[in-house]
């Protein structure tokens, strides 16, 4: 498995854990608010909990910026590099 | 809007209690006479003082709660939910009232406790950043009301009562006011509580306001006796909802679980008033009267 690969399942995880949506809904382009009907609040905890699990914090004019699947995981790689 | 005083009836009902989740297992329980006080298991005694409580037993979300919504309720707001939507369903209030003129008024003592303890506990640990965008809307006493009156669209009175044991009884008791003057056609009303949670079960047994007959839960509360060495906390919630009677023969239909008895019993209680008392805050805690007083009664 890619290390791409590996960061995209843990976003899944969270993702589905947080929103309460079935994991095999979830694909690259979800955006949280439009298609998976999160609000401010819950966007704000998924924040907090990429920021947990992958121990760096997200500024919050970066975070507004993190609508989907892709954005969080394109987000974490950047970081991590 | 009328001058008139009107009647109030109770047109549906439900319940979360340790006897279980429904009006229909609380009736059961107390017909039963059954005792629901055991063993603290939701988290370590080791270290308090008190071990048991009346909790309730595998509390399951009512089916219509979508549990997304759930994620952002504490315990307490669960409870509440779950009596409210029975209450709601067994009325005639979800399809036969004017939303702008059905209210929500429900008590609690201290709301989302465990939240708040959980979120301290994150902030001390690993600093403000963590706490939850959730702790408010998860904790504040009035989230019910909000939540309910969401749910159903109602758009008349909405506040939260505290007054401590008594927050319940105040918050029928201003229901059946508002219903009564006019100012509503119906209030869904009562209270929830889940407040078994490690500081105030610390807390309420460091004043000394707790039996601690932990080698015999069962026998523990008995209010009145001359032997008695403290309350039994528990937790649930019960929700009614009060309405003017729209036909002296509705409110009289039989109920699915048989609880005719305490239909009729509410159902007189028709009139409410409270007063403080003078004794100081050590006297009210655990009696369930506080610094003031509820009374129903018929008139």
């Known amino acids: ?81 | 809007m009328t001058d008139k005083i009107q009647r109030v009836v109770i047109t549906g009902v439900g319940a979360v209690s340790p006897m279980g989740v429904g009006t229909k297992a609380l009736y059961e329980g107390i017909a039963e006479l059954r005792s629901t006080a055991t063993m603290i298991t939701k988290f370590n005694t080791d270290n308090h003082r008190v071990k048991f409580a009346c909790t309730v037993p595998d509390f399951e979300l009512h089916p219509d709660i979508d549990p997304r919504e759930a994620r952002r309720m504490d315990p307490f707001a669960q409870f509440g939910m779950t009596a409210a939507v029975e209450a709601v369903k067994d009325s005639d209030l979800h399809d036969n009232a004017d939303p702008d003129r059905v209210g929500v008024l429900l008590g609690t003592g201290i709301g989302g406790i465990l939240e708040l303890e959980i979120q301290l506990r994150r902030m001390y640990e690993k600093g403000p950043r963590r706490v939850s965008p959730l702790l408010i809307p998860k904790m504040i006493l009035d989230i019910v009301p909000g939540l309910i009156a969401m749910r159903y669209g109602f758009r008349n009175v909405n506040f939260g009562i505290a007054s401590a044991c008594a927050s319940a009884s105040h918050a029928m008791g201003e229901a059946f006011r508002h219903v009564k003057h006019g100012y509503a056609d119906a209030v869904v009303t009562g209270g929830c509580e889940a407040g078994i949670v490690e500081c105030s079960l610390a807390g309420f047994s460091n004043m000394g306001a707790l039996s601690t007959r932990n080698d015999d839960p069962e026998n523990a509360s008995r209010p009145f006796d001359k032997n008695r060495d403290g309350f039994v906390m528990g937790e649930g919630a019960g929700v009614m909802a009060d309405r003017i009677p729209r036909a002296r023969e509705e409110t009289w239909s039989e109920h699915p679980c048989g609880d005719r008895r305490i239909r009729r019993f509410l159902r007189r209680s028709s009139y409410y008033r409270t007063r403080s008392r003078r004794e100081g805050r050590e006297a009210s805690h655990g009696d369930g009267a506080r610094g003031s007083r509820s009374i129903a009664g018929r008139c």
Do not use: H
Not at chain 1, 16 to 42: I, Y
Not at chain 1, 51 to 72: G, L, R, S, V
């Open chain 1, 1 to 81: 498995m890619s290390a791409r690969e590996e960061i995209l399942n843990k976003v899944k995880d969270i993702v589905a854990e947080r929103l309460r949506v079935p994991r095999e809904n979830l694909k690259e382009e979800s955006a949280f608010v439009d298609d998976l009907g999160a609000d401010s609040l819950d966007q704000a905890e998924l924040v907090m909990e990429l920021e947990d699990e992958f121990n760096f914090q997200i500024p919050e004019d970066e975070a507004q910026e993190i609508k989907t699947i892709k954005n969080a995981v394109d987000y974490i790689i950047e970081k991590m590099d």
